[in-house]
Nanobody, 124 residues
Framework: QMQLVESGGGLVQAGGSLKLACVAS????????MGWFRQVPGEEREFVAGITERAGNTLYQDSVKGRFTISRDNDKNTVYLQMNSLKPEDTAVYYCAARSFVGIRTDQKDYYYWGQGIQVTVSS
């Protein structure tokens, strides 16, 4: 059973930056597609970004393109989400997720492993 632990969240002013990290407890991290999702109370969890096993491909939600960057370090079992030019509407709980099948998917149902989530709050 793989565990995912997020860190790096917090409170930031609009226009600021945060970098989230997610560490996976597995020896086969490089075989997983990784994703970041976010959720606001009362709303569905939504896809933010995804990255393939060897970081050859990435995919972003339209609203974060050009502002967020997903990356991974397979030697450190870690996936990152660099968030720049943050907006109040980026405020949410951010989740790291992993899937063991080929291809980035945007539906949370396609991800089997999940972190506990971390709060990101952007003040206006």
């Amino acid at each position: 059973q793989m565990q995912l632990v997020e860190s790096g969240g917090g409170l930031v002013q609009a226009g600021g930056s945060l970098k989230l990290a997610c560490v996976a407890s597995t020896r086969t991290f490089s075989s997983f597609v990784m994703g970041w999702f976010r959720q606001v109370p009362g709303e569905e969890r939504e896809f933010v970004a995804g990255i393939t096993e060897r970081a050859g491909n990435t995919l972003y939600q339209d609203s974060v393109k050009g502002r967020f960057t997903i990356s991974r370090d397979n030697d450190k079992n870690t996936v990152y989400l660099q968030m720049n030019s943050l907006k109040p509407e980026d405020t949410a709980v951010y989740y790291c997720a992993a899937r063991s099948f080929v291809g980035i998917r945007t539906d949370q149902k396609d991800y089997y492993y999940w972190g506990q989530g971390i709060q990101v709050t952007v003040s206006s």
